[in-house]
């Protein structure tokens, strides 16, 4: 493609000043670099420590809660004779079992209304 | 970091941008000292304020920074440094809420007029442009880019780039000639 730009016009850009070089640009821009690693070292830095602080303050009440659910979860819902039956119904007769068929039939119903 | 080995000044450019990318410090820097007078002219006559120009300047080799491991081909460096600068530049213009893609009213059109018998340089006479005509002019003129490629650069549409560019170098002629006389 051609396109004619205007000579004179041409010449003024080429003779026009440019910006001369400047070390003390090329050292700010370092600097900055340097500045945001440190800053992003920082927040790691703080992070880690706020997570540290965080499991120290709720590891008793988690392991607490996360056994309680453990149990929960684990309950027959309807009481069943005999170990072994207990056992095949294990999956489906207890909390999470039912949990697990309730989600699961949303899933599917969500499908057949979306679809 | 202003400890660069010798060598990386005579490196060129696409394996210093592939060390960069690779995280190298010391060739980044090398990579601002190359560019710098490139892009703080570019700059430059963009804004018309070397303050100014300076700051989008640094604010453009930050970007680079972050993104250089992104580019897969070094060799693409140059215009791609390009994309970043022209948009830090609209980005700016919009920013504060300048009248990006506004080419002319009537207020901008009495500047040149009023200023025509001055002995003006170059870069006062593109500060009386629009913001977008002078984008134009100075990505056609000075980074000699082709209308199209102005285009896809801008997001404008090519009629209104090539329009932009014939009215901007009009203009520009109408005001250098008063510094062509004195010269």
């Known amino acids: ?115 | 970091m202003s400890n660069a080995p010798a060598y990386y000044a005579e490196g060129p450019e696409a394996l210093i941008v592939s060390l960069a990318a690779r995280g190298d410090r010391d060739a980044f820097s090398e990579l601002v000292r190359r560019r710098q007078p490139w892009l703080r002219t570019l700059m430059r006559r963009f804004s018309g304020d070397p303050a100014l120009a300076d700051d989008l300047a640094q604010r453009v080799f930050l970007k680079v920074w972050r993104r250089i491991r992104k580019l897969k081909q070094p060799e693409k460096f140059p215009g791609w440094i390009k994309r970043i600068a022209v948009n830090e530049w609209i980005d700016h213009q919009r920013k504060e809420g300048n009248r990006w893609q506004q080419a002319y009213d009537d207020e901008l059109q009495a500047a040149p007029i009023a200023s025509t018998a001055e002995a003006i340089d170059l870069d006062a006479a593109l500060a009386l442009l629009p913001d977008v005509v002078r984008t134009c002019v100075v990505l056609s003129y000075n980074e000699r880019l082709s209308h199209p490629e102005i285009a896809a650069l801008t997001k404008l549409p090519l009629g209104t780039v090539k329009s932009h560019i014939r009215r901007g170098s009009l203009d520009l002629r109408e005001l250098l000639d008063g510094y062509g006389a004195q010269q």
């Open chain 1, 1 to 115: 493609m051609i396109e004619q730009r205007d000579s004179r016009i041409e010449a003024l850009f080429a003779d026009a000043e440019h910006a001369p070089p400047d070390p003390e640009f090329t050292q700010s821009i370092t600097r900055e670099i340097q500045r945001r690693r440190w800053r992003v070292y920082a927040i790691r830095a703080l992070v880690v420590v706020m997570i540290g602080i965080l499991e120290l303050a709720l590891e008793s009440p988690l392991q607490q809660s996360l056994g309680t659910v453990a149990d929960l979860l684990s309950t027959p819902v309807i009481a069943v004779e005999g170990d072994w039956i207990e056992f095949v119904l294990g999956p489906i007769n207890t909390a999470a079992g039912v949990v697990g068929i309730v989600l699961l039939g949303l899933h599917v119903f969500i499908r057949r209304v979306v679809h």
